[in-house]
């Protein structure tokens, strides 16, 4: 039943209609609606979720290289990260992974769309991997006078200019990503770079995906102290994934929920980071949802049948 109070606000119900109030304001709102899931839908709301899962990670991994993220990078990611898994014609809805998925479109991912890399940095760049294992960012030249689009009203002559590169490696099957290093190249004020190659020391691991991210960082000199002051905010600071290289020997979907433990990868425990990642539990989930679906349709299509000789009155007839 909805009321008024003394300051005539409405709360509560009325019929399917939900009235509250919000900084002086009613709001009316409709009752949520169940709907009747399927295979379909279960299978859909587990990729999705996987997806936003896995899109934090990632987030989360790459905060030392963005700095500054935009609102819409959350949705952004998950939605690049949704398509490359719905990309995998291979796998079966609702029980694959980013392991099984395209990264071709999660390459050239920005962190912050006020500030898209390719807008702001002007230098070409290609990465690769070798066969052993390590990987490489090719540079091109670069002339910061001209070629950086830097914030309004900030001079680029008394400014340091540091392109920052980034490798991470994910495994989600193990529930862990492994940072493989990062490579400033710093220019001082109006400077000619003519390009370099730079290759990380750190090997991929065969059971993990890779992602390189490459981004722009801004400092200001400060003579007096020789102090650098950041200069990237939430409206410059551009990052974007530039290279991804899927996993050459993915590790098994795990069977049960996992046990992650830093001392199960012995000389590695400083680089790796346990992963919040609800991927795993999701598709773990799955078969039992489906399985409670099929029990539940199955006692909706089975009707008790009643023998048509339960409705026949027996009727007597005596002799008076």
């Known amino acids: 039943m909805a009321t008024i109070d003394n300051k005539g606000m409405v709360h509560g119900t009325a019929g399917s209609v939900i009235y509250r109030a919000y900084r002086g304001k009613n709001i009316i709102q409709g009752k949520a609606k169940a709907f009747k899931q399927t295979e379909k839908t279960i299978r859909s709301a587990t990729e999705f979720g996987l997806s936003s899962s896995a899109a934090a990670v990632i987030r989360t991994a790459f905060e030392s290289a963005y700095f500054f993220k935009d609102g819409a990078a959350a949705y952004r990611s998950t939605q690049l990260v949704y398509r490359s898994i719905l990309n995998n014609v291979s796998g079966e809805k609702g029980k694959r992974d980013l392991h099984d998925g395209d990264l071709s479109l999660i390459s050239g991912m920005d962190f912050n769309a006020n500030s898209k890399l390719h807008e702001v940095l002007q230098m070409s760049h290609s990465v690769g991997k070798s066969e052993e294992g390590l990987v490489s960012v090719t540079l091109g030249s670069l002339d910061t006078k001209t070629g950086v689009k830097r914030p309004r009203n900030a001079s680029g002559a008394y400014m340091k200019h540091r392109i920052r590169l980034m490798l991470v490696a ?20 109006y400077q000619s770079f003519e390009g370099q190659v730079i290759t990380f020391n750190e090997k991929v691991p065969e059971d993990c995906l890779a992602l390189v991210s490459m981004s722009l960082i801004l400092y200001s000199n400060v003579s007096q102290t020789n102090e650098c002051i950041l200069l990237n905010s939430q409206e410059f600071s551009p990052c974007s994934i530039i290279g991804a290289f899927q996993s050459e020997e993915p590790s098994d979907y795990p069977l049960k929920k996992i046990d992650m433990k830093l001392s199960n990868y012995p000389g590695r425990e400083e680089k790796i980071k346990e992963m919040f990642y609800k991927g795993n539990l999701l598709m773990l989930k799955i078969n039992n949802s489906i399985h409670k679906l099929s029990i539940s349709s199955n006692k909706m299509k089975t009707k008790e049948v009643i023998p048509c000789d339960l409705f026949k009155k027996r009727v007597s007839f005596k002799k008076k």
């Open 170 to 189: 994910f495994n989600f099957r193990e529930e862990y990503y492994e940072n493989l290093g990062f490579q400033d190249v710093d220019l001082e004020g």
